[in-house]
């Protein structure tokens, strides 16, 4: 069985940044697309970015110009590269990998079948 594994959550002051690193434990070709959400407490799950075996990427308005979703998802690797960072971005980052085909503007969590058991980001002010 396939598992997807986070790194690279912690503590960061607001305005910093973090790295976060997906990879899964071994290799399939089936993944399609790799994507990123975050669920903060009482809060629900919410896309912050999707990239495609193409190479197209979509962002949640919420991230945009300040995360940064890239990855190989032939090799099922995917990063988020998270920059100036705000109080309200802490929360739980899944990775989340598709495999059928999905357009990076309609991704949904519905569009990911394998999940990681997530990684904690915290911003403190």
């Known amino acids: 069985q396939v598992h997807l594994a986070e790194s690279g959550g912690g503590l960061v002051q607001a305005g910093g940044s973090l790295r976060l690193s997906c990879a899964a434990s071994s290799s399939i070709s089936s993944i399609l697309a790799m994507g990123w959400f975050r669920q903060a407490p009482g809060a629900q799950r919410e896309l912050v970015a999707v990239?495609?075996?193409?190479?197209?990427?979509n962002y949640a308005d919420s991230v945009k110009g300040r995360f940064t979703i890239s990855g190989d998802v032939a090799k099922n690797t995917v990063y988020l590269q998270m920059n100036s960072l705000k109080p309200e971005d802490p929360a739980v980052y899944y990775c989340?990998?598709?495999?059928?085909?999905?357009?990076?503007?309609?991704?949904?969590?519905?569009?990911?079948?394998?999940w990681g058991q997530g990684t904690q980001v915290t911003v403190s002010s």
């Open positions: 989340a990998a598709a495999l059928r085909p999905v357009l990076a503007l309609a991704a949904t969590q519905a569009s990911f079948a394998l």
């Open positions: 990239i495609t075996r193409g190479d197209n990427t």
